[in-house]
């Protein structure tokens, strides 16, 4: 049974009109990563850094899933092997387009985090400035995103996947965040097919075996409709 890994990043949702950061007028461009997505940056600002997260929370609650999303959750429902979903997103859009069991190693904007004893609930729509734990009692609240500093989540489970993966795509991401823009390496090591499905050449093209440029909602689908064709 082939073993299909695929990475997702910002590109697969900017059709569900959710920005990316780094194409032009991208996230990045109106807020500087120290301040919003980092632990020092929190622990200064608690109320700007809130504030970004709860605006994004509400964007993504009011997005929808687009072709992109769902190609991959048939992918997941069709192909005969196990099809392991690892997202860079912090949306729910994956799972809104019927994909399960998603890896979000960067978090997610549903969730919220006690920076004191790690207790993880339900993030309320917007966030307070000193949300009190629901375990513990501490006003540490924050959301449960990964921030530049700190480790990613699921990475044993990532690499175990990437290991064992006969397929490995990249989608939407441009290659410029470590470790995910080095899992091609990882797939390539395990003997991996590697395919980018991107709409500009990412950072890390020049390691895929295949690209196929171009918006989400149509590369994806094709690619899905020839994977479960040519079986
Ligand atoms: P980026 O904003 O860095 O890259 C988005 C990629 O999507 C680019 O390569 C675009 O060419 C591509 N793209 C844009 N529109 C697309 C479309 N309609 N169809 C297909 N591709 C499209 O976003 P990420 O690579 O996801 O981390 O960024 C990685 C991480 O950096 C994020 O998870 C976040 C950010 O800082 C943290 O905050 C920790």
New binding site residues.
């Given amino acids: 049974m082939e073993k299909i890994v695929i990475l997702t ?4 949702s ?2 569900s009109g959710l920005g ?4 032009e007028g ?1 996230l ?1 461009s109106q807020h500087r ?1 120290e301040d919003v ?1 980092t632990p020092e940056g929190f622990a200064r600002d608690p109320a700007l850094v809130q504030g970004f997260y709860n605006a994004r929370r509400v964007q993504a609650a009011q997005a929808q899933p687009n072709e ?1 999303h769902r190609a991959l959750a048939r992918l997941q429902r069709d192909w005969p092997g196990e099809v392991v979903i690892v997202t ?3 949306d729910g859009l994956h799972e809104a387009g019927g994909a399960s069991d998603v890896l979000h190693m ?1 978090g997610t904007l549903a969730g919220a985090l006690c920076a004191s004893c790690g207790h993880r609930w339900t993030a309320p729509d917007q966030m307070q400035v000193g949300e009190p734990c629901p375990s513990c009692g501490a006003p540490a609240g924050r959301p449960d ?4 500093g700190e480790m990613p989540y699921f990475m044993d489970q990532i690499y175990d996947h990437l290991a064992e993966a006969s397929i490995f795509a990249a ?7 470590y470790p ?1 823009a080095a899992f091609v390496h990882e797939a390539i090591a395990a003997g991996a097919r590697t395919v980018e ?4 050449p ?1 950072a890390v093209v020049s390691s895929f075996d295949e690209t196929r440029f ?4 149509e ?1 994806v689908p094709a690619w899905v409709d020839e994977l479960l064709g040519n079986r």
Wanted: without cysteine; negative net charge; proline residues 2%.
């Fill in positions: 990043g910002a590109g697969i900017a059709e990316t950061f780094r194409d991208g990045w990563i997505a992109a860079q997103n912090v960067h995103v990964v921030w530049f989608i939407g991401t441009s290659g410029q965040v995910a499905l991107n709409l500009d990412s171009g918006p989400a909602s590369t």
